[in-house]
């Protein structure tokens, strides 16, 4: 295991719904991401945070809230999905963000579907 | 900017045989490559990297990468396959010049076949 676990594993939801992905990492690491991984399309980076300050948002809808309450913890709060929304959500952590040498480690990812 | 080409969707080859998943490149700068595994329902598993140094890279589970700065490639391989390398693969390229984050390739399914 790559020692960033992410909860749920898999979630339904309906598009009023309100739910949140959680993501946390246990390697002691400062920089921390979230990912949308969708059929026939390359990862798409969504956010990225850096010694909990929010440092990319990458043209990201507003139902896509993140959250980083510590450096081990970070949340992705959904709210009135889409669709087109459906997609393996991935979490990543890396020691700091800024070095390009810097690799990013990833959690297994939640899959979800929104009907 | 930064992009990265998988130019094969999907890879077939008999366990055994040698593999080869392949890479290309564009950047402004020197080039940060990288190569991720994912297999189902998993997330991406770090191979290896490219930084400086030898262009001939080895990283986890017997797999290596070869730097051909001159053909902009970064070519993921290994000499024996096994069944359960079967897996998608993906590269990826950071810009020395050009921004802090991944670009990352589409993907090549590779399917090793006993």
Not at chain 1, 16 to 35: D, F, R
Not at chain 1, 92 to 107: C, H, N, V
Not at chain 2, 69 to 79: G, M, V
Request: aromatic share 12%; glycine share 6%; hydrophobic share 30%.
């Amino acid at each position: 295991e790559t020692g960033v676990t992410q909860t749920p594993r898999h979630l339904v939801m309906g598009m009023t719904n309100k739910k949140s992905l959680k993501c946390e990492q246990h390697l002691g690491h400062n920089a921390m991401y979230w990912y949308k991984q969708s059929a026939k399309k390359p990862l798409e980076l969504m956010f990225v945070y850096s010694l909990e300050e929010r440092v990319e948002n990458n043209s990201v809808p507003s139902r896509f809230s993140p959250e980083c309450p510590n450096s081990s913890h970070l949340f992705l709060h959904l709210h009135t999905l889409q669709p087109e929304d459906s997609a393996l959500y991935l979490c990543a952590s890396s020691q700091d963000w800024g070095s390009k040498q810097e690799t990013q480690y990833f959690g297994p990812g939640t899959r979800l579907l929104v009907l | 900017a930064q992009s990265v080409a998988q130019p094969e969707d999907q890879v077939n080859v008999a366990e055994g045989n040698p593999l080869t998943v392949k890479c290309t490149y564009s950047v402004s700068g020197n080039p940060y490559l990288f190569w991720y595994v994912q297999y189902p329902n998993r997330g991406l598993q770090f191979l290896l990297k490219y930084i400086t140094g030898d262009n001939l890279v080895k990283g986890s589970y017997g797999f290596e990468a070869e730097f051909n700065k001159s053909q902009t490639s970064f070519h993921l391989k290994k000499p024996s396959a096994l069944v359960s390398d079967s897996a998608l693969y993906f590269c990826a390229v950071r810009d020395e010049g050009y921004g802090q984050n991944f670009v990352f390739g589409p993907g090549t399914r590779l399917s090793v076949l006993p």
